[in-house]
């Protein structure tokens, strides 16, 4: 709480109504009152000082902005001090004219105006500050000048290395709250607020209700409650309200990586609730604890054991929400050692490694930097305002003292589990130099993730999800579609089908249902690179499940009955394949595009194909790619990881399967493929056409482009179905597609239309292409984009099993089991420019492969 909100108050009798309390440390006594209008008074008399602080507290800050007017709240502030009627010098020239100083700033939640000057001089100070901010004329040269002045301080401010990284965290840490944006708001909303919108905004929030007075010093009781009513009893205008939003602890940590330092600092940043005076207390106690002097924790696990160079924790309360900071200013080289030690004494904390001693010693250092804030007027009249605009009430200052030597340990602990580890941080480098690999090691420390390996060598990996009732698990290997042959095509879906229907021990009727008893699902599964078993079951059965999966890999048998059912299923699903003309024709195409390897054989394999196969080739298949080392186990929910460790070990770490080296490895030595193929399917009234380019393959650096490339030009939203359909009435059915494997990847638009309109098509389709590579692309559309896309990627992942399964690809096919966390900062970081320049090494509207399937004449 490093800037120590406003509840209602009791109305008037007549006009006014007078609350006093006991200033416990200053024998002096705090007195509010509330006129009519709504307008607080604070006062603490002390008659022996010689001057007077005052401070005017108007609830309303950068937070209450629209997004197109960010720096409007700020702007008014500056326009305040400018000439009035009654003052043609301005505020300041007043002030300062009777020997005093005046100055003002603007923060998320609310804009101060403070002053201090001899005691004679109080009434003539109130009289100018009331007209300044009751009464601004928003001159429009003056208005002119003074958004100028404002655009110079943000270009200040982004030229401080530290100024721009503190507010490169607060973007981070902030998705939708107006925290994420800059007080001083960006150049291009200044320079389209207009005279009209600073009037609105000012007539809108400038009220009554939303103002505090705060007056600390010497004067005259009686005189000085006549000057505010007359000056500031006005008739009040009310305002609207917002709704308070907070948007909860980060469900995943994030990275950024600011250049242009001397040195380098590391910054941990949590999200943590909006100003609570109890909570708040407690995030101050844990500031101390971790970072407040040198017998500090994170000072000896840091600074005394050479990792840093210093370190410093911040607790930062705001209205609607805040952040828990730590920064540090690491040894080069050992930032990984420095993230692993915070996370070390924050899991210590968490778990009950607080002494008394030290909480005690940190309780005193609040206190002692309590007092010390009480040394001057002009500090008294800041911490009052704060409590009556940020906790609805001053007099509750003098419970600070009170409530901090209250907090027990049990309470600290509470707070480091809520919101400091069941939540992540957004990790922030300030450096002079980029380094390789860095990202992905910082993330790692804070992964939610926890990766073992058991005896045989297979990876296990825990994303622990707390309050799920089931746990899902996946179970993958490397192998799949790349490793087939023309010969054994549709294997691995065979496979697939097969793992559940049968082991040495139990059938499939069997197997089925103990799945039934135990609430459970278990499920082959197949694709270009991987396969293997995915399945859920409620947790109290999960020893049962882990058990029964355990039967089905190392004794599967693919008993002939059940493998020659599944082959005739397979037989079915190639025949409605084959009728499903969309379908079909993306087969087609992918023969096509990727003739002589594996990527374009049909998964299912061809009639032939699977006729010919056997129980023997299942089972050779499985002995060669179905082993320990080819294996990611994954498993998603609400489990300790030591007791799961030895679940799987007990009933996986035995070595089966020796395996062999199989299918093929090789990646494509890429030419570009340009055909033009028509392939007649029979009697119909649509031609499919398909229009491909190579695209990324799954570990290119360009994965996420082409992953938004799908979103922004898909959808409704997109420009071939405003372009093809809404506009030209082309088509109904349009859409754009990317698909990546880990040796290749291809994209394309696909539509189906009728024959008579295949030309116009085609010459649409490459208009539409031509226009995206040569024309800029908006900032908004690709905002658009990457919020419908990041949107749906949360709601895809919010499905356990299906984030098993994901967890265990990336981690079996290179990309590491993390990467679905870093994967929308990698999206939210691609700018207009370089999203297009990424397009443009693929893309070719001249080029490309075309498929049509026609129907026949």
Known sequence: MKRPFVSKVF????????????????????????????????????????????????????????????????????????????????????????????????????????????????????????????????DPEELEREREVVIEEIKMSRDDPDKKFRQALWANAFEAHPYRRPILGFEGSLKEVKREDLIRFHSTWYVPQRMVLVVVGAFDKGRLKAQVERLFGIEGRSSPSRLPLYEGPLRRPKFFVQMGAQREVISLAFRIPGMSLEEALVFDLLEELLAGGRNSRLFKSLVEKDLAVSVEARSITLKESGLFTVEVTPKRGREVEVLKAIKEELQSMAIGGLTKDEIERAKKRLERNLFYSFETTEEKAHLLGFFEVMLGNAELLQDYVRIIRGIKEKEVSEIVKKYLLKGFPVIGILTSQEREGVEDRLLGVFSPLVASRLNNGAKLLLLKREGLPTVAVTVAFHGGVSCESEQKGGIT???????????????????SSRLEKMGGMLEGFYGRDAFGLKGKVVKENLKDFVKLLSEVILKVSFPRQEVDKAKEEQLEEIKRQRENLTAYAFQLFRSEFFKGHPYGLNPLGTEESVKGLSREDLMEYWRSFATPDRMVISVVGDVEPEALFKLFEKALGVKWNTGKEGGIDRAFAWVPPRFFKEVEYGKGEQVHIIWGFPAPEFLSQDYEAFTLLEAFLGGQKGRPFKRLREELGLAYQISFFYSA?????????????????????????????????????????????????????????????????????????????????????????????????????????????????????
């Open 11 to 138: 109305c008037a009798c007549f006009f006014l109504l007078w609350f006093t309390s006991a200033w416990a440390y200053y024998g002096t006594k705090v007195e509010r009152l509330r006129l009519p209008n709504g307008f607080r008074l604070v006062l603490l008399e002390e008659p022996s000082k010689e001057v007077v602080s005052s401070q005017l507290w108007i609830e309303v800050g950068s937070a209450y902005e629209e997004e197109s007017q960010a720096g409007i709240a700020h702007l008014i502030e500056h326009m305040i001090f400018k000439p009035t009627q009654k003052n043609p010098e301005g505020v300041a020239s007043v002030i300062e004219s009777i020997g005093g100083r005046i100055n003002a700033f603007t923060s998320f939640d609310y804009t101060v105006f403070h002053f201090t000057v001899k005691s004679k001089g109080l009434g003539k100070a109130l009289e100018a500050l009331a007209d300044a901010v009751l009464a601004p004329l928003f």
């Open 493 to 511: 879906a065979l496979l697939a089908k097969g793992l559940t229907r049968g082991t040495f021990g139990l059938s499939a009727s069997e197997i």
């Open 741 to 857: 494997g880990s040796k290749g990847g291809y994209c394309g638009f696909y539509l189906s239309t009728s024959p008579e309109k295949l030309e116009v098509s085609k010459e649409a389709l490459k208009e539409v292409l031509k226009d995206l590579l040569t024309e800029q692309i908006r900032e908004d559309e690709l905002e658009n984009a990457k919020e419908y896309l990041l949107s749906n990627y949360e709601i895809d992942l919010e499905d356990p099993l299906r984030l098993s399964l994901v967890i265990a690809l990336d981690e079996l096919n290179g990309r590491g089991a993390s990467y679905h966390l870093a994967f929308p900062e990698k999206v939210k970081a691609l700018s207009p420019f370089v999203f297009s320049r990424k397009l443009k090494g693929y893309l070719n509207p001249e080029g490309g492969a075309w498929l049509l399937l026609k129907p026949s004449p």
